[in-house]
């Protein structure tokens, strides 16, 4: 499968990645909506799903969410045509405890049963990992309110102890 194909959908999964990841990055508090044993769903959950459900909403496809199950699809949709599969905060228990390091968002495109592309914003981090089946995968890195595609364009800065 050639990158120019699934160019497009790309775009819009990175979108919806990064803007749930940037309102997932702004909330301090983590209130819980609901627990069942030891999975918890957080009112942020729903915040980040509603975001990329509208980023998403655009392309006609169907989506199917941790959090609402299918919308505008069936499970029809996971063996033939297109179908988003998303997690708004993959790591709820991570983000709620403060170890948002160990969370992030995650928007798959699924074709006829098989995984063609996914983006992956852990946006504590500022990363960005995309790839799309048969042409690659890659690691963006946010500075500051700009993406750096490429890490020959990023600063490491680093320093080691001296010896004695």
């Known amino acids: 499968m050639k990158m120019e194909r699934y160019q497009n959908e790309l775009e819009y999964a990175i979108k919806a990645a990064v803007q749930a990841g940037e309102v ?6 983590a209130e819980v909506d609901a627990a069942d044993g030891r999975d918890i769903k957080l009112v942020m959950d729903r915040k980040s799903e509603a ?3 509208e980023c998403l909403e655009e392309t006609g496809i169907p ?3 941790e959090e609402c199950g299918f919308r505008g699809g069936s499970e029809e949709n996971l063996k ?3 179908l988003w599969i998303i997690d708004p905060l993959d790591g709820s228990a991570n983000y709620w405890k403060g170890m948002r390091e160990l969370a992030c968002v995650s928007v798959a495109l699924w074709e ?3 995984p063609v592309l996914g983006v992956v914003n852990r946006f504590y981090c500022d990363e960005l990992f995309s790839g ?3 042409a690659g995968a ?3 890195i946010f ?3 700009r993406i750096c595609g490429c890490l020959r364009a990023a600063w490491l800065i680093s320093s080691n102890p001296m010896k004695s």
């Open 24 to 29: 997932l990055k702004k909330e301090k508090l």
């Open 143 to 145: 500075m500051g309110s």
């Open 80 to 82: 033939k045509g297109k």
């Open 51 to 53: 975001v990329i459900m």
């Open 132 to 134: 799309v089946a048969g």
């Open 112 to 114: 006829n049963g098989k």
């Open 63 to 65: 989506v199917l969410s």
């Open 138 to 140: 890659w690691l963006s």
